[in-house]
């Protein structure tokens, strides 16, 4: 991809005129998505722009980009490069109000002042994030999530081993091999674990991006700097080096990781895209900060322009989970489907909030049923646009799934099978609840709501919850209850209401914040 372009959407700009990145803001929530403002100047005049928090790794400081092009960044002049150790007891914060150039706005400078000798380095915050903290989209997007890594992973670990059971929801771009050192080398250092997870909570109470320099362990960065005559301010991290993960092995598993076998059968169907050059490109990106969620497999820059160097390597070993089979060729039977890609991009978490991320889960926007559990869709389709909810995932069913003879699983005709659905509801907070809604018909059956911080495989006790629905005719049974609660479950019952649809939503949100 040396020479896509990849374009920021509506570069205030003309052709061929360099901009100079002068500021990054401070992130903020902005439509349920993690934003920043970056602003350029050019011959005196600063633009502001939106993009996503994604863009972050693309985006240097005092910089120069032209026709808004962001895969290449030119340095300003007299710049050298250094390389500089950061020892805990040498690094302090520093804040100070900031106005921006050319503009009326006002914001908050947060750097970290390093001691090296008899000079003095100006380290921002911002680059301490995407160099240290979270050098690639994933890590960008988990530092604002509490609590959040058991959504994606299963971590053991055994005498110089880490074992890593990655879920559906994390993409398997993910388990490529850089990407893997760097969420080891965070997760296996508990100093850095520490402040990567403590980013989250100030940032949901305070929406401030801010840490303390609490680093156990000396940190050694190659840098590309401004120069002055104490020592300078680092405008990007080119290098991060000696870094230290504890353990020999990594083995991982991944849902979308199987053996292949190779098949004599043909391809069922293949995927061809409009708009690409001879080299299977699209010659032209527009990054689009209104477009939900990134297209799969695409990076800008996943920190390309950034090195991780590490004491010794683990092993990495790859745990297959079954086996498909690998169709090599077309026939006339092959179906061509074409699809028309205009060339727009986000740069946004992986498949954005309302995006599907598991194969057993459906994005609300895709589902369409009537009744009562249409009913129930709703509310969540509503709920999910309040700012403190950030993500809603469903799972629907039927309770033939569960039994062949029990009465309950057909409705009053004895014909039409009786379904359910389960919400996962995430919040920005960190806390996640489980919504279980069965198809009523003349039962009174309430609304189940499950949280738990210590249940990360919930498709079990989905399952045992249904089936145990079935065994009782329809009930929550007492006995039932207290089986889940006693799993270390908390659970409370919610009854319909028939009051308008806001009414219900602000009623069920309530339920979730006194759980």
Not at 216 to 245: D, E, F, M, W
Not at 286 to 301: A, H, W
Not at 429 to 435: P, S
Not at 483 to 511: D, F, T
Request: charged share 30%; glycine share 4%.
């Amino acid at each position: 991809m040396s020479e896509q372009q990849v374009k920021l959407k509506n570069w205030p700009f003309r052709n061929g005129e360099k901009a100079q990145l002068i500021w990054i803001s401070s992130p903020f929530q902005y439509e349920k998505k993690i934003m920043i403002h970056a602003y350029f100047k050019a011959k005196g005049k600063t633009e502001k722009l939106l993009v996503d928090w994604g863009t972050l790794p693309a985006l240097a400081i005092q910089h120069y980009y032209m026709d808004g092009d962001i895969r290449k960044s030119i340095p300003p002049n007299e710049t050298e490069e250094a390389e500089i150790t950061m020892y805990p007891n040498m690094v302090s914060l520093h804040e100070k109000e900031w106005e921006i150039y050319g503009t009326d706005d006002k914001d908050v400078s947060r750097s970290f002042i390093v001691k090296q000798g008899n000079r003095t380095y100006i380290l921002p915050l911002i680059e301490v994030v995407r160099s240290i903290l979270a050098p690639n989209r994933f890590l960008l997007y988990r530092l604002f999530e509490a609590n959040s890594f058991p959504q994606y992973f299963i971590e053991s670990y055994e005498h110089n081993k880490i074992n890593l059971n990655f879920s559906s929801q994390y993409h398997r771009k993910y388990t490529q091999s850089n990407f893997l050192y760097q969420l080891v080398w965070l997760l296996t250092n508990q100093d850095l674990r520490n402040v990567f997870e403590n980013v989250a909570y100030i940032f949901n109470n305070t929406g401030i991006l801010k840490f303390d320099w609490s680093f156990k362990q000396p940190i050694t960065i190659k840098a590309v700097v401004k120069p002055n005559a104490n020592g300078g301010t680092v405008l990007r991290v080119s290098n991060v080096k000696n870094k230290h993960i504890p353990y020999s092995e990594v083995f991982f598993s991944h849902p979308e990781i199987v053996r292949s076998e190779k098949s004599k059968e043909a391809k069922k169907y293949t995927l061809h895209t409009k708009k690409k050059n001879l080299n299977g490109q699209q010659e032209e990106l527009m990054l689009d900060e209104e477009i939900e969620g990134t297209t799969d497999n695409f990076d800008i820059i996943e920190m390309d322009n950034q090195k991780h160097e590490y004491i010794a390597m683990p092993k990495i070993t790859k745990l297959s989970r079954g086996t498909n089979k690998k169709r090599d060729f077309e026939d006339e039977n092959t179906k061509r489907r074409f699809i028309n890609d205009e060339g727009r991009r986000s740069s946004a978490d992986t498949g954005g909030n309302q995006l599907t991320r598991g194969l057993e889960q459906l994005s609300l926007m895709d589902i369409q049923i009537d009744g009562e559990l249409g009913e129930f869709i709703k509310v969540m389709r509503v709920l999910q646009d309040f700012p403190e909810v950030q993500s809603i995932n469903i799972i629907q069913g039927s309770l033939k799934e569960f039994s062949d003879t029990k009465r309950f699983v057909y409705l009053s005709d004895g014909v039409t099978e009786r379904k359910y659905v389960i919400a996962e509801v995430y919040l920005l907070n960190g806390r996640d609840f489980k919504i279980i809604e069965v198809e009523r018909e003349f039962f009174s059956l309430s609304i189940l709501i499950l949280s738990s911080s210590g249940i990360y495989k919930w498709e079990s006790l989905y399952r045992k919850i249904l089936l145990n629905i079935v065994k009782d005719n329809g009930t929550w049974s007492k006995i039932s209850i207290e089986g889940i609660k006693n799993q270390g479950v908390e659970l409370i019952k919610m009854k319909h209401s028939k009051k308008n649809i806001h009414y219900r939503v602000e009623k069920l949100l309530n339920k979730l914040n006194n759980l």
